[in-house]
């Protein structure tokens, strides 16, 4: 028997999100049923319920950033009980047969992923329903624990922002004496900084603004490049072995990759769109540069960026809404003006729902 859902909902392309009532499943074998506890508030939520990407079914409750508490199991669960904490992020099921996934990398399934909502369930052809919502009904193999004394709320983030920086940044083998420029400084952009520093690189941030400057260090970064300045620019040519470019518009790639290395690697984590302006092939070729991407991360990396945060003390820079104040948070989001994550206190959705 399925269990009354109560989440926040786009009904079409140009609806503000409103309150749904809807139906999560009961727990499968192999399932954990979750009360969410907080959400992030993700630009990809947006995008989705706009339906930007022109992938969309309506109603759709979005949300990938879920941190909660475990109320129920399934009968063949092993790793979770009735009160762990746990999280839930970018997707909730994969084909779990093809190499990408017998190696941990269900980011790259080969059938795709089932997105965390707005994805057909592989078993019943529902559509999947995301975390702006009182609960969630996910298979545990895409649960990961919350380690002991990380800050739940800050970490909710980390399931999209953190595991999108942190894996390229670990699978390109960022190490101690690395030079790495982040390029953006938002959700994704700060995230970068705080862990490439982690990892012992020296770390630059490329940022059209003057005005953050100053945020940056406070970040962590060792030094700022105003990329619209062309001296500043002609003056760390050829310094960087990395690039982590978090920027999800088309903007002009081929500045950052002169600023790199002879076999240097420029990362895309944010942009989707064709690369306009084209590419100059020579910026490649002449000094063997890569021109990389990388998508969120498998679940294992999810687990270990949750960790290595916790070791290291990292945060995502969050600011706490009301599930009400949803529409307003998306107004803003689409502004830039959040610093650098909203993330849902989805207690909240109790009381609107009593209103």
Known sequence: MSTPAKGY?????????????????????????IE?????????????????????????????????????????????????????????????????????????????????YGSPDLHDGTLTQGGYSDSVVVSERFVVRMPEGIDLKSAAPLLCAGITTYSPLKHYGVKPGHRVGVIGMGGLGHMGVKLAKALGAEVTLFTRSQSKKAEAQRQGADHVVISTDEQQMADVTETFDFMLDTVPVQHDINPYLNALKPDGTHILVGLLEPIDPAIMGANLVFRRRVLAGSLIGGMPETQEVLDFCADNGITCDVEMIDIANINEAWERMKQGDVRYRFVIDMASIKETAAA
């Open 9 to 33: 909902a786009a009904k079409s392309a140009e609806s503000d999100l409103a309150l749904w009532q809807f139906e999560r499943r009961t727990p499968r074998a192999d399932d954990v049923a």
């Open 36 to 116: 969410i506890l907080y959400c992030g508030v993700c630009h990809s939520d947006l995008h989705f319920a706009r339906d930007d990407w022109g992938m969309a079914t309506y109603p759709v409750v979005p949300g990938h950033e879920i941190v909660g508490r475990v109320t129920a199991v399934g009968s063949e669960v092993t790793q979770y009980s009735e009160g762990d904490l746990v999280g839930v992020g970018c997707m909730v099921d994969a084909c779990r047969q093809c190499s990408a996934c017998n190696e941990g990398l269900e980011n790259y399934c080969a059938q795709g992923f089932v997105m965390t």
